[in-house]
Nanobody, 121 residues
């Protein structure tokens, strides 16, 4: 019933920028924390950035100062602005959201299907 759809991935030169978007749709009463994960082939999945419903943010050390996570609660959308991209940022990026479909219902964690980000010259 709840879907997360990412967009904005693609190929970019080192030092370039991309903005990822993730829009949640369906039966949504509230969304708590949202985040972006990434996984490169042969590597562990890692949490890149997270944002609470109140707007508090956190980042993995490797992207601090370069990436910015934000959200638009009215649009049920989370963004990841990625600047000064490096080849090591290459990965499949997936968004995540903790969603309650209705008041009083337990929350479930939903995932987008992923969008490829490739940083290469």
């Amino acid at each position: 019933q709840v879907q997360l759809v990412e967009s904005g991935g693609g190929l970019v030169q080192p030092g370039g920028s991309l903005r990822l978007s993730c829009a949640a749709s369906g039966s949504i009463f509230s969304i708590n924390a949202m985040g972006w994960y990434r996984q490169a082939p042969g590597k562990q999945r890692e949490l890149v950035a997270a944002i609470t419903s109140g707007g508090a943010t956190s980042y993995v050390d490797s992207v601090k100062g370069r990436f910015t996570i934000s959200r638009d609660n009215a649009k049920n959308t989370v963004y990841l602005q990625m600047n000064s991209l490096k080849p090591e940022d290459t990965a499949v990026y997936r968004c995540n959201a903790d969603v309650a479909a209705y008041r009083g219902w337990s929350t479930n964690r939903y995932w987008g299907q992923g969008t490829q980000v490739t940083v290469s010259s």
